[in-house]
């Protein structure tokens, strides 16, 4: 937790006193005066949103009508010069040609045709605020309550210009209701980036087949209770399992592994390491899927942290996790004490080591210069030990949850 000093420089507070910093809202004392990283805002710069924005972002105010993409653009710079946020602009086209079925007949018994008062064809511009990675971004659900509170100058009805934003009269008669405490943005929201595909957005809920495997382990990831954890550890079929299998197997050594044994030697070392973790007092979990079995720690509600610089960072309990078990740090190789396993095996260190390395070189290959890949040893049969690897790089991943979703999805 960081601690707010105790003092406040005195020409701080002058400045502040004297009206000169205009803190942001929602901001914490000294965030507001923390530097933060300008977005680009060039009158003439290009700033149509793609399908590398969001994926969720706040959507502001549209526009339709005369002026409707030369008003959107002006609301889009204006919230980066000025509010610094990263704004886009969006256009969609309805077509409106087919007209609409009404409630009733006509004269003739027929039910009723109707069709739009704004012609057959619309076409409206859309300012999207983001990026943020989640509907319930923390981040997002601040700035959004801020937005619907802006005033700003392109919206602005005092600035003698039509206004091409959709229900602007309604809007002006909420503001002058509300006594001018809440802006023309008062109705923005959470949405989608509607440039992505719409699977994008399915959750992933794991098959009932999956599911039903995964029920019968006591530390199985599916139980869980919050959203994230960190994966440590991947173990797939054939394609990495057979270095380790030739050198340290006792289930498929001597002989060569079809498909099938090559996805129990990886689900038995995903089991085997995940106790390995929980003897070693780490709350691991492991998880099969069809075509891999992986291990993963913790279970967080929150992984990052806002620094007071604006960035996000992993929070300290993740990150140091991911220095553990990450071959890019200069931790130790063998992060979790196997005392016994040396003493079973009676090698020197250095040999265990030795033997890791050649069975990692069969799996992943050659890693580069600097990095210090993990290893764990754990005891295949009864008092006999193999080592077996971490990731390269673990990683934050959304929990597999066992959903609705999941009992009619495809493979």
Known sequence: MRCAPSFVPVTLLAVIAAGFVEPAVGQSFWERFAPVERVSAEPK???TLTDKHGPWLIMASTFSGEG???QARELALELRSRQNLNAYVHNMEFDYSGGVTGKGLDIYGEPIRMRYQRGSEVTEFTVLVGDFAAVDDPRAQRMLQDIKTMHPEALSATS???????YGGFRSWLRGRSGGAEGPMRTAFMAPNPLLPHDY???????????KWNSRVEHSLLKAPNRYTVRVATFRGRGTLQGAASVMS???KNKKADDGEALVEAA????LLTEALRDAGYEAYEFHDRDESYVTIGSFDRVSQTSPDGSETPTA?????????GAAYNTPAEPLPSPIARKQLKVDPAVVQAQFNQAFAGEVGQTAAG???????????RGKFRPVPFDIQPYVMDAPKKTVSGVFSWR
Request: without cysteine.
């Open 45 to 47: 710069g290009d700033y």
């Open 68 to 70: 409707a993409e030369k």
């Open 160 to 166: 003698g210009k039509s206004s091409a934003q959709n």
């Open 201 to 211: 957005f399915t959750p992933r809920g794991v098959e009932k087949e999956v599911a």
């Open 250 to 252: 006792t289930r498929v």
């Open 268 to 271: 038995e070392n995903a089991h």
């Open 317 to 325: 309990e993740v990150q140091r996790i991911i220095q553990t078990f």
């Open 371 to 381: 990095l210090t890949p993990k290893f764990a040893q754990v005891e295949a049969e």
